[in-house]
């Protein structure tokens, strides 16, 4: 948790809130951790549509709706009718960001399109965070990250060679889209500081999903080499890869000559690295058929933790592949502030991955549990200017 007190670099940033899922929540979550005041605008009665994702639930609660929701206040505004719309205008007049991820033209509909809101606040960093982007031919597909993944080719470089496709264990394109997000209305943010403009940041899906194929994609833009599926294997370096030990698997990388003769040392097989099919990274690619398998052979002959501990002692590269029990009772991997708690009004004690970046002067921390759904649109609604009891009641049914 941070201390309410606690400097915070967005701290005084409203963010007006219109996503949901994933994408856009783990955007304005990010800036919620960095003290901006998010409000999430939610549509009433269903509010985000990851709210009914699961199981698993507890105690009535999605966990993958509190999973990218944290640092928000939740408000039920209908974009459908004229007090909806009237009371969203207020809010983006108040907000320094608004962030949306409906298909392009929608909020323009609803009067809150970029040069709608403009008008209103020239300053806004106004983002939209869509599938494909407004000018593409398929601006009007629904941009989900299975679908991105497969149309985008990652699913193509997943799985076993040979094999089925294979999708990512978590919406990595909707987090990696995210983090793009942020990182554009940061840039736009420091932009309006020093120029006092705002702009209009478009983040897509697609556009994000070719960018994370890295060196997939500048092999083939640059070499014509149409990557495929590795398996727990690297295309560019052996040995760097899952190997089965006595009782599990361990990962061990040798990214380097050096780093593969020390291996073979500690594999108790130093004339490998003498040996002139494996005596360059360029070589034992080219021979991992024969080297990788000679390998496995050694290390099925202890434990992962046995592998783990003398290779971690000699330099090179190695770590066993943990389930999630795992990963989270270890504290060498979860100490710190890495796991943190927060007080849920239904959930009770609701533990959370803290923010990934550290600070010195301005932490990053959780101050708010995810929102119930609209428990904060009076308070918000109040600071817009004030409701009549008539009309917060008409809002609310």
């Given at each position: ?38 409000i ?8 985000d549509?990851?709210r ?7 105690n ?5 709706f509190?999973?990218?929701?944290r ?16 009371r969203a205008?207020?809010l983006?007049?108040s ?6 991820s409906?298909r ?8 809150l ?11 806004i960093?106004?983002c939209?965070i869509n ?13 989900y990250d299975?679908m991105i ?6 699913m193509s470089?997943t ?8 999708k ?5 394109v909707d ?16 932009h ?10 478009e983040?897509t ?9 890295i060196?997939?994609?500048?092999a083939?833009?640059?070499a014509?080499h149409?990557?495929?599926p ?22 061990i990388g ?5 780093l ?5 040392e ?16 360029r ?12 390998l ?8 992962a ?5 003398v ?7 190695a ?6 029990d795992?990963v989270?009772s ?10 943190v708690?927060?007080q849920?009004?239904?959930v009770g004690?609701?533990p959370?991955?803290g923010?990934?970046?550290r ?7 959780v101050r ?10 009076e ?10 009891d ?5 809002l609310?049914?």
């Amino acid at each position: 948790m941070t201390n309410a007190l606690e400097p915070q670099a967005l701290r005084g940033i409203r963010v007006a809130d219109f996503t949901r899922v994933v994408a856009g929540p783990y955007a304005t979550m990010l800036l919620g951790d960095l003290g901006a005041d998010v409000i999430k605008v939610e549509r009433p009665g269903t509010g985000d549509d990851c709210r009914s994702w699961g199981p698993p639930f507890h105690n009535g609660h999605s966990t993958y709706f509190l999973a990218v929701n944290r640092n928000k206040r939740s408000v039920e505004i209908d974009l459908g009718s004229p007090d909806g719309r009237r009371r969203a205008i207020e809010l983006v007049r108040s907000s320094d960001v608004v962030v949306e991820s409906f298909r392009p033209g929608t909020m323009q509909r609803h009067g809150l399109g970029y040069e709608q809101v403009r008008r209103l606040r020239p300053d806004i960093v106004y983002c939209s965070i869509n599938g494909y982007g407004a000018n593409s031919p398929l601006r009007d597909r629904a941009g989900y990250d299975v679908m991105i993944a497969a149309q985008g080719g990652l699913m193509s470089v997943t799985g076993t060679p040979g094999g089925e496709p294979v999708k990512t264990g978590v919406a990595l394109v909707d987090v990696a889209t995210g983090l793009y997000a942020t990182h554009g209305i940061l840039a736009a943010l420091l932009h309006r500081e020093r120029t006092g403009q705002g702009q209009h940041v478009e983040v897509t899906l697609m556009g994000t999903q070719l960018a994370v194929l890295i060196n997939a994609a500048s092999a083939y833009l640059v070499a014509g080499h149409v990557t495929g599926p590795q398996g727990n294997a690297h295309e560019s370096i052996v040995p760097y890869q899952a190997f089965r030990a006595r009782d599990a698997h361990i990962v061990i990388g040798a990214a380097n000559d050096r780093l593969f003769r020390r291996l073979v040392e500690v594999l108790g097989r130093p004339e490998l690295a003498d040996d002139p099919r494996f005596a360059t990274n360029r070589d034992r690619v080219e021979h991992r058929h024969e080297l990788v398998p000679a390998l496995e052979r050694i290390i099925r002959s202890e434990t992962a933790a046995h592998w783990e501990e003398v290779l971690t002692r000699a330099g090179v590269a190695a770590a066993p592949v943990n389930t999630l029990d795992r990963v989270f009772s270890d504290p060498d991997i979860t100490g710190g502030d890495r796991v943190v708690s927060v007080q849920h009004p239904e959930v009770g004690t609701l533990p959370m991955v803290g923010p990934a970046v550290r600070f010195s002067a301005t932490p990053a921390g959780v101050r708010l549990p995810p929102p119930l759904l609209g428990e904060h649109t009076e308070e918000v609604l109040a600071e817009l200017g004030g409701l009549v009891d008539e009309q917060t009641a008409r809002l609310r049914s």
